[in-house]
């Protein structure tokens, strides 16, 4: 069966970015930077006696990777998103330096990953779910062999936990809310819903 | 209220202020590499106080500022030290020599040494990072990595621009804050803050939208006002920083 050249089989989302939407993606990953720098200086310390529990707290950092492309649901947004948060707290000062790279493009790669898998086209809590779990998945992997290479396994299962829950609840949930909100505010006129 | 550090003038014009910035950030890169590859304390002690030296000297950055840069990160460098060291499996194992012991909570000897040795890592990585920070302008590293390391340039031009609103933003909190305060609201701190601020940033990024696309952003081929080069100071300071690196991991063997 032939199929004809110019009705395609999934009918994609444009996947050209206007300006709006690099300023948009750009002016949430600046944003978050600075809540980021807020973080790796000032709160992060403070939760230091939770010890691995501390981590309940750690999706703070995964937001931008799964809220920019909800809102602007472009090819990229998620990675694009993490690494200039990451990249506007190092410049900032973070106690994790240039590292904070490394960490952001896993983070946003990861989910960058799941929404491309989705096609840019299912934003449901399902998938943002999914795309928040493989956020943290990534950073987990990666803090294990950068920071705490010499933890035991136990502890680290337990910090792998911690990550997921925090992931599930303040960026599958909290995007969405944060999304919703931003809506009603009537800034997201002209954004896909 | 917002503190990014903004580099000082005659940090700009120094020997290290004038290296092309993405050499800057592949040196940077590799020598963190390097550190992520080895547990042992002296190449991060060699590296950090390497590129301390070489901010202080090669950049003339004032040493009070390097100070001030520094002290916040020395605190996370002594939580990941001591998480290390408190959480190793070495503790558990009873026929090594305890150095300190709370309870049922025990210390050994080989587990305090890892966490020594990953403070160190920590610390050497922070270190690096803040000298790259207050040696290198932010308009110029976006240039460069447009210029030098392809970067595409509508996302680091809008990358910019978004960064260059940053004392918006604090201004934004401060409305924010005087707002609440207006309406009779105690506590000055709220997370629903955030979306006020979110709201208010995004209108922002929408008035800087229109105004670049009046201005053709990204609509043909862009010239340079700003040309970044490579040349031969970047080539002697990718060389030397190669060979220091190389020279610290085998020190560490």
């Known amino acids: 069966m032939a199929i004809s050249a110019d009705a395609p ?29 807020f973080w790796n200086n000032l709160a992060w310390s403070f939760l230091a006696p939770l010890g691995p529990f501390q981590n309940l707290f750690y999706a ?30 190092v410049i900032a000062g973070s106690p994790w330096s240039l590292d904070v790279l490394l960490s952001g493009f896993v983070q946003g790669a990861a989910a960058e990953l799941v929404f491309a898998f989705s096609l840019y086209r299912a934003w449901g809590l399902p998938v943002l779910a999914i795309a928040a779990l493989a956020s943290a998945t990534a950073a987990w992997i990666h803090d294990w062999v950068i920071y705490y290479p010499t933890v035991a396994v136990e502890t680290q299962l337990l910090v792998g936990a911690a990550m997921g829950v925090s992931a599930l609840v303040i960026v599958g949930f909290g995007s969405l809310m944060l999304a919703r909100a931003l809506r009603r505010a009537g800034v997201l006129e002209g954004f896909p819903r | 209220m917002i503190a990014v550090r903004a580099p000082e003038d005659r940090s700009l014009a120094s020997p290290l202020g004038r290296i092309s910035p993405v050499a800057k950030l592949v040196l940077v890169a590799a020598w963190v590499a390097g550190l992520a590859l080895t547990t042992d304390p002296r190449p991060p002690l060699v590296l950090g106080a390497i590129g301390l030296a070489a901010a202080v000297v090669l950049g003339r950055v004032r040493p009070a500022s390097l100070a001030v840069a520094l002290a916040p990160l020395a605190f996370a460098t002594l939580t990941v030290g001591f998480f290390n060291a408190l959480l190793n499996p070495a503790n558990g194992n009873p026929a090594l020599a305890v150095v300190a012991s709370l309870g049922p909570i025990r210390l050994t000897a080989p587990a305090v040494v890892a966490g020594v040795a990953l403070a160190c890592r920590v610390g050497a990585v922070a270190a690096l990072g803040i000298a790259f920070a207050l040696t290198t302008d932010t308009t110029r590293l976006v240039d460069a990595l447009v210029q030098q390391a392809r970067v595409p340039e509508r996302f680091a031009y809008g990358a910019l621009a978004a960064f260059q609103a940053v004392p918006r933003l604090a201004e934004d909190l401060v409305a924010l804050r005087e707002a609440r305060r207006i309406r009779g609201l105690r506590a000055s701190w709220h997370p629903r803050m955030l979306v006020g601020l979110l709201v208010l940033a995004i209108r922002r990024a929408d008035r800087l939208a229109v105004a670049m696309d009046a201005r053709g952003f990204g609509s043909g081929p862009r010239t340079r006002f700003r040309v970044e080069r490579w040349s031969l100071p970047d080539a002697a300071f990718l060389g030397a920083g190669s060979v220091v690196l190389v020279a610290a991991m085998v020190f560490g063997r």
Request: without cysteine; charged residues 15%.
């Open chain 1, 9 to 37: 089989a999934v009918a994609l989302p444009d996947p050209r970015w206007r300006t709006r939407d690099i300023l948009v993606t750009a002016v949430l990953g600046v944003a978050f930077g600075v809540v980021f720098w």
């Open chain 1, 60 to 89: 703070v950092w995964l937001i931008p990777a799964v809220l920019a492309p909800l809102i602007v649901r472009k090819p990229g947004a998620a990675l694009f998103a993490e690494l200039l948060a990451a990249g506007v707290s």
